[in-house]
């Protein structure tokens, strides 16, 4: 009994060490989450980052060869689904407001986009392109202007998701039904409805919005204020490798309840 105690204990321990061995052992991957880690001022020192998550990130002069140079910072990211993107950038700050920052993206062997902002005219700016999936993609901010200062910046690679049409609302009693197209590959649908204002941003402000799973294209809004007007809409909502991306809204449709 005991020499079987001892070796179940053993075994356990030995089984312990082989699967630490293993991890220890496997290709290490540090996601830059929301912040840029130097060293990354080339392709093979890219931090690695997941789309749809916003990166914050500074570049620095620094001193190579007897010479100052803006360093370059370089991020990677393997595309979860094939599909269109968006690269956005904000140009956040600089000791020297001639400075802008520029992003470019490109897969293996060739560029697909890029796009340069500035803090006077075009603090920030984007620029759509395509995902394959599987594929591996990298990003390459740069400083340009004149002068030796550091800037920051962050940007943001997501999805574009098409949105969907409002087809009809009908007014119920006390409510309305809505109706609009169903979009292939929704995780879910959001309708937003509110009470007609002559201020309309601050109407939406104000504004419900319900849930509706994937599998029904309307929806039946009840216990509203009789006989008042509410404006609709409905936007196309996706989660895609645990990220939640948006639709824009479809356009607004007026009703009057019953």
């Known amino acids: 009994m005991l020499m079987s105690s001892f070796l179940k204990k053993t075994s356990g321990v030995i089984i312990a060490i082989i ?20 060293p990354n001022n080339n392709r093979n020192e ?3 980052i997941e ?3 916003t990166v914050y990130g500074e570049r620095q002069f620094v001193n190579r060869n007897n010479g ?19 690269l956005v950038l904000w140009h956040d700050d600089s000791t020297n407001s001639a400075l802008g920052t520029g992003i470019s993206i490109s897969d293996s062997t ?11 005219n075009k603090p920030t700016a984007s620029v759509k392109f395509g ?35 409002l087809t009809s609302v009908k007014a119920r009693t006390k409510g309305f039904r809505v109706q609009w197209d169903k979009k292939s590959n929704a995780s879910f649908y959001q309708v937003q409805y509110t009470k007609k204002s ?14 509706v799973s994937s599998g029904n294209s309307s929806k039946t ?37 019953k």
Not at 141 to 159: C, N, R
Not at 198 to 211: L, M
């Open 198 to 211: 002559t201020y309309s941003d601050y109407a939406w402000s104000k504004a419900k919005t319900v849930n």
């Open 131 to 165: 995902l394959v999936y599987g594929e591996k993609y990298y990003i390459n901010t740069y400083a340009f202007g004149a002068g030796q200062y550091d800037s920051s910046y962050h940007f943001i690679v997501k999805y574009v998701i098409g949105k969907t049409t």
């Open 110 to 120: 060739n560029e697909l986009a890029s796009v340069e902002v500035n803090p006077y």
């Open 221 to 257: 809004i009840k216990n509203l204020s009789k006989k008042k007007q509410y404006y609709v809409r409905v936007r196309v909502v996706r989660t895609i490798d645990g990220k939640t991306y948006y639709s824009a809204w479809s356009s607004k449709k007026l009703v009057k309840t």
């Open 68 to 86: 100052y140079y803006q360093d370059n910072d370089y991020f990677r990211f393997t595309a979860p689904l094939s599909g269109n993107a968006e």
């Open 51 to 53: 789309v749809g998550t």
């Open 46 to 48: 890219a931090n690695i």
């Open 19 to 38: 699967m630490l061995t293993v991890i220890m052992m496997a290709p290490l991957e540090i996601y830059a989450a929301a912040d840029e880690t130097e």
